[in-house]
């Protein structure tokens, strides 16, 4: 499962996006910075555990993912891509995972959860970044990418405001069982590709 694969089709659908930002004239780095505000109003709203701030949280969690789609299209467009609007982007990217998964750990109590869950995502996102680091093509790719999380982290944030529980246990804590569980099998899958191609 990886949405990543989507990205052409995203990119055709950001166009409009792109236009408007560079007719406004808003920068790659400035909607980075923005999205990671958006991502850390996300876990507030998380951390606030009512339904209606489930939604809410949901929302800043998809309009998060579309502004980190589009910081970097912005770029391309502007043909101002470089390493450092390239690892500011990483940096709040890794911020922004931090501040989701602790707002949906702490809203419902299990830290412990929380700290496997956002774990098994920066092990992933780490994985993606140091292969390319040591030559081979950055990976998106294996069981869970960011796309992926943020896909299901919005699912199950207006889920959490309709049905919170399941089978007797939190959605939320489902979610970050998952995270968790798979987030580290996704480390796992990453190195090991890397591993054999180097090798």
């Known amino acids: 499962m990886t949405l990543d694969r989507f990205r052409p089709v995203a990119d055709r659908l950001l166009e409009p996006f792109v236009r408007t930002s560079k007719a406004v004239g808003l920068t790659p780095d400035g909607i980075s910075a923005i999205a990671f505000a958006v991502a850390v109003a996300a876990g507030l709203a998380f951390l606030l555990a009512r339904p209606a701030w489930y939604v809410v949280g949901a929302l800043f969690v998809a309009l998060n993912g579309w502004l980190d789609l589009l910081d970097g ?14 690892l500011l982007d990483h940096v709040l ?14 809203g419902i109590g299990q830290y412990a959860l929380g700290f496997a869950a956002v774990t098994g995502v920066l092990l992933t996102s780490y994985l ?29 944030g207006v889920l959490a405001a309709i049905q919170p529980t399941l089978g007797g ?8 069982g998952l995270f968790a569980v798979v ?16 090798r």
Do not use: M, N
């Not at 299209?73 to 390239?86: I, K, N, Q, V, Y």
């Not at 899958?189 to 191609?197: C, E, T």
């Open 73 to 86: 299209a912005l770029a391309r467009e502007l043909s101002t891509d470089s390493p450092a609007g390239d």
């Open 93 to 106: 990217d890794r911020y922004a995972d931090v501040v989701i998964v602790a707002g949906l750990a702490g």
């Open 128 to 156: 993606g970044t140091q292969i390319e680091a040591v030559g081979l093509e950055r990976e998106y790719g294996g069981l869970l990418g960011r796309a992926d999380r943020l896909a299901l982290v919005g699912i199950v």
């Open 169 to 176: 246990y939190s959605v939320v804590a489902l979610l970050l």
């Open 183 to 198: 987030g580290h099998l996704t480390a796992i899958q990453r190195f090991y590709g890397a591993w054999r191609a180097l």
